[in-house]
């Protein structure tokens, strides 16, 4: 091979046809970041592992210890194959799955799941889960996602949720397609009762009808359309989440972004680049989109909200999570926080977590300062979260903190999981979004899609 190239760090990663770790450098070449993998058996590999040197770089300037929490297994056969978590794992759960059934009123040739039949899990077997879940994370638990197959056709998902609303867990997210949304809107009227600390997780692809074709198999557009006017109605907050695929939908990405701050309801957008792993047969990772490819591509499209450093990488998760919280400006536009506070001088205080806290943030942190917990200079600090939230947030009632923060705040994140292509070993010692299975274990969503799924 051509030493074309800057050796820049190593790591391990597995080899896509025998699935055995195998050691990995992690070079620079033609501005952008590859693995470069050496299978025994396979040969010397190359794969895309960022698309741009300049942002891989500064993660480690966002890096921060990881968050302890109980483990369910030993280390015996080395990592990825011991979840876990296992004592390797460096980060708990921010985001916890539990897949209450497996069946789908949808068929999505791209399914990560590989959905479609299946029983569902009983309401006592889930709240056995959380149980497990709230003990494992030290009594609370961050953030739930109530997931499939599409959770909406499991019988009892309002007995679910509310069952779920009985533990200590700080926020609920409801993931779906959208399609018993859009057509149920006596569903959509007791989901409502769930308001505050609750959230539905949309699926949305973009505007464009063939991309619904292409990754859900059929056009859904005026179905997702329609889902968004009854939570709406219903003032139920939502979340987008949109796969991205290079070709079909990455010329969305500004469009999207101007859909969801203007339209009032929608709190905040995901986007996940396609991983390799469940239905998807169209390899294609030599021009795969990377993390930071996608942010690259939201300042391009939606230059007049962003630009460069306001989309940072996530502080728990480093390697594959970035992040932007906006907050409204004087003038009713959405302004990214890191134009009003310097994050990085606030890195010990920021937990590792996705979910935006603001009340705690004001109470909890204000009193972290002041009694030097924090280690950083007070006066720049509330003078800093003053320019986020004004000082008459902290004397509103609960209910009117939450649609404070419904309507004020905006938060575009952007979530590379790892499939056997772009897998590298801190990303996976990292993940923080964790599947709850049935059988009590807390498995990384990325190695149980790769390795663990039945
Ligand atoms: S992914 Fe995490 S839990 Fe699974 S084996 Fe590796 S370190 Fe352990
Ligand atoms: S991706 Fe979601 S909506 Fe599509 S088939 Fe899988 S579970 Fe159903």
Known sequence: MDRNYIYHESTTSICPKCLKVIPTKIVIKDEK?????????????????????????????????????KTQTITEKGCPFDCGLCPQHDQHTCIALIEVTNKCNLGCPTCYANSGKGEPLAVAKISEMLDFLVDSEGGESEILQISGGEPTVHPEIIEIIKTAREKKIKYIMLNTNGIRIAEDEEFVKELSQFKGKFEVYLQFDGFDKSTYTHLRGRDLLETKLKAIENLRKYEIPITLVTTLDKGYNDDQIGKIIEFGTETKGIRGINFQPVTYFGRLREINTKNRLTLSGVIKKIEEQAPDLFQKGDIIPLPCNVERVAVTYMVKSDKKKFVPITRKIKVKSYLPLIDNTFAFDADRILKEKSNEVFSGIGGCNCTNFIKDVKNIIPASFLLKSQEEKIKYIDENTFRISVTSFIDVYNFDMKSMQKECVHIITPELKKIPFSAYNMFHRK
């Open 33 to 69: 970041v590859f693995l470069h993998k050496f299978c025994k058996e396979h040969g010397l590999q190359e794969e895309l592992f960022e698309e741009n040197v300049e942002y891989h770089l500064s993660k480690r300037e966002f890096d921060k210890p990881g968050t302890p929490c």
